[in-house]
T-cell receptor, first 111, second 113 residues
């Protein structure tokens, strides 16, 4: 399953499928891009980040892709599990002390 | 210990009350943050403390007053709030101000009546 930017804030996928969550950003000067996961009733949890001079970074079951040409960031989750159900936020850090969050996408995983 | 602890978890206060939110971390992090999150919205940065000094104030109204008594504690003093200030207030910390991996607490759910 795949979400399209910030105009489709909900993504529903079947357990075991791969998920792709997209994010458009606006600040070309951002040094880092970060993905956070927020489960109901909890604070955001860091997933992975990527520096602006990279275009891909892999973690455990997650991959972040950065396309600076079109200012687009995506988070790919492999073999999505029910525990992945949450709201996912992309965020930008301009190299200073500020991390600014984007609008978020809610991921539903169907068993 | 990788926790950021916030107290209280829930708070209901009147518009004339004075209350404080507390945040504590024992990870040795030197940067601490306050965010405000309204329902179904992303967290919005309010304040950043770097090495116990206020580094960023995102034009937050003066009815919110942050304080960093030491490197492990961060407070947010509240006075004369409005109903629209009702939100989830999140505290976070990171190893240093330039580090993008921030650890968040569970937040304080504030209701202003």
């Amino acid at each position: 399953g795949e979400s399209v930017g910030l105009h489709l804030p909900t993504l529903s996928v079947q357990e075991g499928d791969n998920s792709i969550i997209n994010c458009a950003y606006s600040n070309s000067a951002s040094d880092y891009f970060i993905w956070y996961k927020q489960e109901s009733g909890k604070g955001p949890q860091f997933i992975i980040d990527i520096r602006s001079n990279m275009d891909k970074r892999q973690g455990q079951r997650v991959t972040v892709l950065l396309n600076k040409t079109v200012k687009h960031l995506s988070l790919q989750i492999a073999a999505t599990q029910p525990g992945d159900s949450a709201v996912y936020f992309c965020a930008e850090n301009t190299g200073g002390f500020k991390t600014i969050f984007g609008a978020g996408t809610r991921l539903f995983v169907k068993a | 210990d990788t926790e950021v602890t916030q107290t209280p978890k829930h708070l209901v206060m009147g518009m004339t009350n004075k209350k404080s939110l507390k945040c504590e971390q024992h990870m040795g992090h030197r940067a601490m943050y306050w965010y405000k999150q309204k329902a179904k919205k992303p967290p919005e940065l309010m304040f950043v403390y770097s090495y116990e000094k206020l580094s960023i104030n995102e034009s937050v109204p003066s009815r919110f007053s942050p304080e960093c008594p030491n490197s492990s504690l961060l407070n947010l003093h509240l006075h004369a709030l409005q109903p629209e200030d009702s939100a989830l207030y999140l505290c976070a910390s990171s190893q240093d101000p330039g580090n993008t991996e921030a650890f968040f607490g569970q937040g304080t759910r504030l209701t202003v009546v």
